[in-house]
C-alpha cells in the first residue's frame, strides 16, 4: 500500500534540555519523513543552538529552521509550517513531546493510509508518565497532577496527523481569535473540522515530557490557570451551541462559588468548597513527597482562591475580547 508524504512541524520555544531527545524519537521512526520543519519562537535559551548542531549531524531526513524574531505562539507556528510544505500529510509535534518507540508514526498515519475518504485527521494517546512528574518541584506538580499517571486519547497538537488539504481549506488554527495569550486552538480545531470528515482515534502514542523547570513558582501555577480559564471561556463563545455535556467541566468552579455564596444563608454549602481541593488535588495529597513539601499546607488555600480567580477570568473572558496575563 502506498504510504502517502509526510511533513513534520515542530514549534520551539525554550527547550534546550529535552529538544534532542525529542529529535531523536522522530528520526527513527519507521514511517518515512518528508521533512522537518523546526519554527523557533524567539527562543531567549540554547534551544536554536541544539538544534542547529542537530541539523548539522543528521542528514539523512531533510531538517530546517525556521528562526521568528519575537514568540507567535502554537498556532500560528503551524500554519506558517504548513505553508511551507507541499507534502500529502502535516504531522504536528510539540517540542517537549517525545515518541516513546519507532513505531508511533505508522501507528498514526495508518487509518489514514486506510480510509482516505472519510478520515481527515488523525489522533494519538498523550501519555503523562510519572518518572518525568517526579522530577518537578512542587508547583509544577501541581499544573500536571490532574493528569500525570494517565493516558488520553486527545487532538491536542501534541503528535496530530492532518490531511494538507483540509488544513489549508479550513485555513489551519485561529489565529486570529488564539494566540500566544489564549489557548483552546486544539478544541477549536476539533469542532472546526467536524464539519470536513472524522478524526481517527489511534494506538499512537506520545509522551509529554514538558522540561523540568527548577524555578517554576506559586505565581507560574496561578498564571497559566488564569491562561487557561480566558482560554475555556473563549471556547465557550465560539461553539457554546454544539458543545453539549462538554459544558459541565465548566460549571464545576462556578457553581462551588454560588454555593459558597448561599452558605450565608445555608452554612453547610460552604463544605463543597473545603472539600474540593483535596478531591482537584488529590494526588498531591497521596504523594509522599509533596507531603513532606511545607507548601502542601498552602496548597488548599490556593486552590480556594483559584476556584473564585478563575471564575472571574473566565466570566470576565465571556464577553472581553482584548487580553493579557
Known amino acids: 500500500m502506498k504510504r502517502p508524504t509526510i511533513s513534520v512541524i515542530i514549534p520551539v520555544y525554550n527547550v534546550e534540555s529535552i529538544l534532542k531527545e525529542v529529535l531523536v524519537s522522530l528520526i527513527i521512526q519507521t514511517y518515512p519523513i518528508e521533512e522537518i520543519i523546526l519554527i523557533d519562537n524567539h527562543s531567549d535559551d540554547k534551544s536554536v543552538k541544539v538544534a542547529d548542531e542537530f541539523i548539522r549531524t543528521h542528514k539523512k531526513i531533510a531538517i530546517r529552521i525556521i528562526k521568528r524574531k519575537q514568540t507567535y505562539g502554537l498556532s500560528h ?21 517525545m515518541l516513546p518507540t519507532k513505531f508511533e508514526l505508522s501507528r498514526l498515519m495508518e ?73 483552546s486552538e486544539d478544541a477549536d480545531m476539533n469542532f472546526r473540522l467536524a464539519s470536513r470528515g472524522k478524526i481517527a482515534v489511534t494506538n499512537a502514542c506520545v509522551v509529554h515530557l514538558h522540561g523540568k523547570d527548577a524555578n517554576y513558582s506559586m505565581q507560574d501555577w496561578m498564571k497559566r490557570r488564569k491562561f487557561l480559564a480566558i482560554s475555556y471561556a473563549l471556547q465557550i463563545r465560539l461553539h457554546w451551541r454544539v458543545m453539549g455535556v462538554g459544558f459541565i467541566p465548566f460549571l464545576v468552579k462556578p457553581m462551588l462559588v454560588v454555593l459558597t455564596v448561599l452558605s450565608f444563608l445555608y452554612p453547610l454549602l460552604v463544605l463543597p468548597l473545603i472539600i474540593f481541593p483535596f478531591w482537584y488535588m488529590r494526588t498531591m495529597f497521596i504523594d509522599s513527597v509533596s507531603r513532606r513539601d511545607r507548601n502542601i499546607l498552602l496548597l488548599p488555600i490556593v486552590v480556594i482562591c483559584l476556584v473564585f480567580l478563575e471564575t472571574f477570568w473566565m466570566t470576565k473572558g465571556l464577553f472581553v475580547r482584548r487580553y493579557s496575563l
Not at 77 to 97: M, P, Q
Not at 125 to 154: M, P
Request: net charge positive; proline share 2%.
Open 77 to 97: 507556528s503551524y500554519n506558517l509550517g504548513a505553508k511551507e510544505t507541499k507534502s500529502e500529510y502535516i504531522v504536528t509535534l510539540h517540542s517537549d513531546s
Open 111 to 183: 487509518p489514514l493510509i486506510k480510509n482516505t475518504v472519510d478520515y481527515v485527521a488523525a489522533m494519538p494517546i498523550v501519555v503523562h508518565r510519572k518518572q518525568e512528574w517526579d522530577t518537578y518541584n512542587f508547583w509544577q506538580k501541581c499544573l500536571f497532577a490532574q493528569v500525570v499517571g494517565k493516558e488520553q486519547h486527545s487532538l491536542n497538537g501534541k503528535f496530530d496527523a492532518y490531511r494538507r488539504v483540509v488544513f489549508m481549506s479550513i485555513e489551519g488554527f485561529d489565529i486570529k481569535n488564539f494566540n500566544h495569550y489564549i489557548g
